[in-house]
């Protein structure tokens, strides 16, 4: 294959989802959300009862790894309750599938999403929830420990803080609570501290488990060069969302409690006059391609931004790294092969130069329920068919493009693929 960029051959090939955004019938702070668009997670692509056709899937894709979320509210109905052994075992067995399909799981412990009396108790502002966690994440690692050594503790809890506290996205809506937010971040970090110890102890079958966040990492900048104000409004929000997280959960002797680093890269949000100029915080698009910028559904692209956080984090923790989230959402499936094929040649670079990548985890498997925005964005690797009650599955060419690219171990030029061409 010419052109093509050879990863070590231990590397992560993997995708992810969250149970919110797939499983269905779920309760939690979601169940009662509607968006704009009429979605909401009653159902999603009910993963819950259809999880074997998607290990199924996953095999066909040829991902050896997979990063799912355990959703809280299934397993405990109150606090320090056992955990429910029916739920469990879906669980356990969905892992005995990866497992039987050489698929190497990533569980993540909290992916944007609560029991319901956690958030009627106040959520993540309330110290209680913190050993509420602890307790929870115990009794989950006993049971797991032997079929898990990768443990996510928080997905973004940068995105999870701010959407709920200060721009008022995710339940319960509120808006600009900055102190709010620091308390949410501080009690999630140390949360983060107490349950790596926890998983720490408890082992993984005689080896030692990995246990880090995923940060999500967004550059900020303005989008005219001599705008001051948003200039002002860039390092600001870097300070909040970036400095204050990575501080709060790996500053000091905070460090210690992680073995590596998840990064969930999307790309660079500009403003202009204090407007984001991406499609996440409403811009329009049309206007956006326009004034030039390259973006998907979501964020403007940036993907030489992955090879120069990376090379930093690398510098900053000494952490092993993992991509545990990259994806675009796009109905152009060529934007998306392109996209994917300019972020994993940033990464090779990182790779080559000496930074210790270990994964890739493509958001996501399937198109599914992107939380405020209901279905409208599709980021799966399988199209899910949302008219159709059985829900199909379908193979993207995305997919096909990145099953090449899993089977080969190696990112390969679009050109290379039979299929990307097509
Ligand atoms: C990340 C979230 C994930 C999904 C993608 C598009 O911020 O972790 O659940 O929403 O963005």
């Not at 969250?18 to 499983?23: F, G, K, L, R």
């Not at 356990?92 to 909290?110: C, F, Q, W």
């Not at 992916?111 to 319901?116: A, D, I, T, W």
């Not at 391609?289 to 923790?317: Q, S």
């Amino acid at each position: 294959m010419a052109g093509a960029l050879k990863f070590p051959d231990n590397f992560l090939w993997g995708t992810a989802t969250s149970p919110t955004q797939v499983e269905g019938h779920v309760a939690n702070e979601w169940t009662e959300y509607v968006a704009p668009d009429g979605g909401h997670c009653r159902l999603a692509c009910n993963h819950y009862h259809r999880y074997a056709e998607d290990v199924a899937w996953m095999a066909q894709l040829g991902v050896n790894a997979y990063r799912l979320g355990i959703e809280w509210s299934r397993l405990q109905a109150a606090p320090f309750a056992p955990l429910n052994r029916q739920e469990l075992e879906r669980y356990v067995d969905l892992l005995d599938r990866l497992k039987a399909a050489g698929i190497t799981p990533m569980v993540v412990l909290h992916h944007f999403s609560n029991p319901l009396w956690i958030t009627s108790a106040g959520g993540w502002l309330n110290p209680a929830t913190v050993p509420a966690f602890v307790d929870y994440v115990t009794k989950l690692v006993t049971a797991l420990k032997e079929r898990v050594g990768l443990w996510n503790t928080f997905n973004e809890p940068d995105t999870y803080a701010s959407l709920t506290y200060l721009l008022g996205g995710f339940p319960p809506f509120r808006k600009w609570r900055l102190l709010s937010y620091r308390k949410t971040i501080q009690h999630m970090a140390e949360a983060h501290v107490r349950v790596g110890e926890v998983i720490r102890r408890a082992g993984h079958g005689g080896r030692t488990p990995e246990i880090g966040i995923a940060k999500n990492w967004t550059f900020f900048g303005p989008f005219e060069r001599h705008a001051l104000w948003d200039h002002l409004l860039a390092a600001i929000s870097h300070h909040a969302f970036n400095g204050y997280v990575l501080d709060a959960f790996l500053g000091g002797p905070r460090r210690a409690a992680s073995t590596f680093l998840g990064v969930n890269y999307y790309g660079l949000a500009r403003f202009k006059n204090f407007e984001p100029m991406v499609p996440a915080g409403g811009a329009c698009r049309k206007r956006l391609a326009r004034l030039g910028v390259v973006c998907d559904d979501m964020f403007e692209r940036h993907p030489g931004g992955l090879g120069i956080i990376l090379k930093n984090f690398h510098r900053r923790y000494g952490l092993p790294l993992y991509i545990t989230e990259h994806g675009a959402a796009s109905s152009d499936e060529d934007f998306r092969i392109r996209d994917l094929t300019e972020h994993l040649r940033e990464l090779h670079g990182a790779v080559k130069g000496g930074v210790d990548v270990r994964g890739f985890f493509y958001w996501s498997l399937l198109d599914n329920f992107e939380w405020q925005f209901g279905y409208s964005k599709k980021f799966g690797l399988l199209a899910v068919d949302f008219t159709d009650e059985k829900l199909p599955r379908k193979m993207t060419r995305v997919g096909e493009f990145y099953r090449g690219i899993c089977r080969a171990g190696a990112a390969v030029a679009p050109q290379d693929s039979s299929v990307a061409s097509r």
